[in-house]
């Protein structure tokens, strides 16, 4: 099945700096891929997604990379400010809806933006 | 507005009780999944459906059980509770077509197995 891999597991960065989360996956057929972002005491959120056939997407002051011969793709937020802290999960899945969208998650990063 | 409510939102119980929490959704969505959150291991799926009368299992399903009657409603069943299923439990739900792809979670349960 497929794993992925999210790595480091905490990023703490200066308000206004940016921030680059990177996450890694196994199974080559899997097509789509989704971050979420998870607040303190919440569900997580969707905040970005990418298909394969994308390389890069944008939404406002986030992006998304993805580099499908590696197997990797990114999160970058520029210009980070205190509401940016929080935990975000990449995921990965064979489909965008239907049956095979079920995901896989990784393990999480906790973003702390400084003041 | 539709959402996706979750029920309890804390639980205490007991080794050895059946537990049964509530996961509904007034999407008319045809997907719905059951995650478990625990610290060093992020979210790892137990269950998902992709319609009424279907269920499947996920990566961690040992000791779960579903079933989903209706559409609205997968209900997640520890059949007899242990201290490893301790953790916070996520529903979440999704549409079934690629224009409505988007995974909505609800707000968690907390589970503590003493």
């Known amino acids: 099945g497929e794993n992925v891999e999210q790595h480091p597991s905490t990023l703490s960065v200066q308000e206004g700096d940016s921030a680059v989360i990177k996450c890694t996956y196994s199974?080559?057929?899997?097509?789509?891929f989704p971050w979420y972002k998870q607040e303190l005491g919440k569900g997580p959120q969707l905040i970005i997604d990418?298909?394969?056939?994308?390389g890069e997407k944008k939404d406002q002051r986030i992006a998304v990379t993805l580099n499908k011969t590696a197997k990797h793709f990114s999160l970058h937020i520029t210009e980070t400010q205190p509401e940016d802290s929080a935990v975000y999960f990449c995921?990965?899945?064979?489909?965008?809806?239907?049956?095979?969208?079920?995901?896989?998650f990784g393990k999480g990063i906790t973003l702390s933006v400084r003041p | 507005d539709a959402e996706i409510t979750q029920s309890p939102r804390h639980k205490i119980t007991e080794t050895g009780r059946q537990v049964t929490l509530a996961c509904h959704q007034t999407w008319n969505h045809n997907n719905m999944f059951w995650y478990r959150q625990d610290l060093g291991h992020g979210l790892r799926l137990i269950h998902y459906?992709?319609?009424?009368?279907?269920?499947n299992k996920g990566e961690v399903s040992d000791g779960y059980s579903v079933s989903r009657s209706n559409t609205e409603d997968l209900p997640l069943t520890l059949e007899s509770a242990a201290s490893s299923q301790t953790s916070v439990y996520f529903c979440a739900s999704q549409g079934f077509s690629g224009s409505n792809h988007e995974q909505f979670f609800g707000p968690g349960t907390r589970l503590t197995v003493l």
């Open positions: 199974d080559s057929a899997s097509n789509y």
């Open positions: 459906s992709y319609g009424v009368h279907d269920t």
């Open positions: 990418i298909r394969s056939n994308v």
């Open positions: 995921a990965a899945s064979l489909g965008v809806a239907g049956a095979n969208s079920k995901l896989t």
